[in-house]
């Protein structure tokens, strides 16, 4: 049967075929490209030019069924890039960050016009794939765009079946052992960066992809990435040389402070002094929120006897700006006066004229006088005079 020209795409069969099989969302889709193929059919789909792997037999197969594009006329010759591929497939339905491209650089599809080789379709191209080559090759890594160039096979196999391979085969064990060795570097990363060594935790999920890939590792590993202040949800890099090529795998991971801080031992209603009885000092918990701009408390003594300014529940971390001074003055309320000078101090009564805190400057009427002046609150009921000067009503 004589192959149509790109001007002979059949689209009503690809929109028959796109109707069938569809697309769905996927966690992980593992995409091995080939070098070249001969294409027995008019419509070239992802199956002709890539080994699959996703989530399924079912999903595998319909993604081996997804068309793709329209043959090339005979004796001529189409090259598709990863990148191509991965538009095709996000056209259909597929989401991008789904996509994990391995293998060739480029894909050939057809022949030119000199045919030198013969193919028994693609199922001679995947037994070739799966034979290892003398000498082998070196294997494909991801990069930036999908993939970097190189063959799919090598001494001990395609990197799709090693793929596989560890897959079947890591156990809990492993997984967490190599989850174990991303920990390590990345709290040695955060304690460089933050300057705190032994008070930063983290963390993470590692995906069974990127955990296949970490075992095969050949190097250490190295964090990059994330920003200061270096604490909640970063996004970070980790690098490291594998059997497979040079390797970046992205990382998200919470991180957050262990120093022991105030916390509240129970719920803590606005206005309410603060006890030893509703505070303690701990090490935070990993959810724990620590909001920027927040002075933290590290000791008891920083946070008794003050008020707090909002509600605060079990658990949550006691912030400077959650603990007022207490209230040492009411308004109208009569108050004592002291100032001192040349070793006398003097006593005056006065009436305030609003409420004031712990600290804070307030102003008082003198009793008799009417003078008003400006003190400061040093205990209940009782202020000092700062610098003397009054201020005539």
Not at 67 to 72: A, G, I, K, N
Not at 148 to 172: D, E, I, M, P, V
């Amino acid at each position: 049967m004589k192959r149509s020209t790109l001007t002979q795409f059949p689209i009503a069969m690809a929109i028959c075929l796109l109707a069938i099989f569809g697309s769905s969302d996927l966690l992980a889709i593992d995409i091995v490209l080939r070098q070249k193929i001969v294409p027995t059919k008019s419509v070239v789909v992802l199956g002709d030019i890539a080994d699959i792997h996703a989530d399924g037999e079912r999903e595998t197969r319909r993604l081996a069924l997804t068309p793709l594009w329209p043959v090339p006329a005979d004796g001529e010759q189409r090259f598709v890039t990863a990148r191509e591929v991965r538009d095709q497939l996000v056209q259909h339905g597929y989401e991008s960050a789904d996509l994990h491209f391995y293998g060739a650089s480029q894909v050939a599809i057809g022949w030119k016009a000199d045919r030198s080789t013969t193919h028994a379709g693609n199922r001679g191209l995947t037994r070739a794939m799966r034979q290892p080559r003398a000498g082998g090759s070196t294997l494909p890594t991801p990069s930036g765009t999908g993939f970097r160039s190189g063959s799919t096979t090598s001494g001990s196999g395609t990197l799709l079946n090693r793929l596989q391979k560890t897959r079947h085969f890591l156990t809990a064990v492993q997984r967490d052992s190599l989850k174990d060795q991303v920990h390590e570097a990345l709290i040695a990363y955060l304690e460089a960066a933050t300057g705190k060594p032994g008070t930063i935790d983290a963390e993470f999920q590692l995906p069974t992809r990127h955990g296949n890939l970490l075992a095969l590792q050949t190097t250490e590993l190295t964090i990059s990435g994330g920003r200061g202040p270096w604490l909640g949800r970063q996004a970070l890099m980790v690098e490291f040389q594998s059997e497979a090529g040079p390797q970046k795998l992205p990382l998200r991971a919470n991180v957050w402070d262990t120093t022991p801080v105030v916390m509240a031992r129970r719920a803590i209603s606005r206005g309410q002094l603060l006890t030893a009885a509703d505070l303690v000092v701990r090490s935070p918990r990993h959810d724990t929120q620590r909001l920027l701009g927040r002075v933290q408390l590290y000791s008891l003594e920083e946070a008794l006897g003050k008020e707090a300014s909002r509600s605060i529940q079990a658990g949550e971390n006691v912030t400077a700006d959650a603990c007022l001074a207490p209230m040492m003055i009411d308004r109208s309320q009569i108050v004592t006066v002291l100032s001192a000078g040349g070793g006398i101090v003097v006593r005056r009564q006065a009436k305030a004229l609003a409420k004031a805190r712990q600290g804070e400057m307030a102003e008082v009427e003198l009793i008799g006088t009417k003078e008003r002046l400006a003190a400061r609150v040093v205990g209940p009921g009782r202020l000092a005079i700062s610098d003397g000067r009054s201020t005539p009503r």
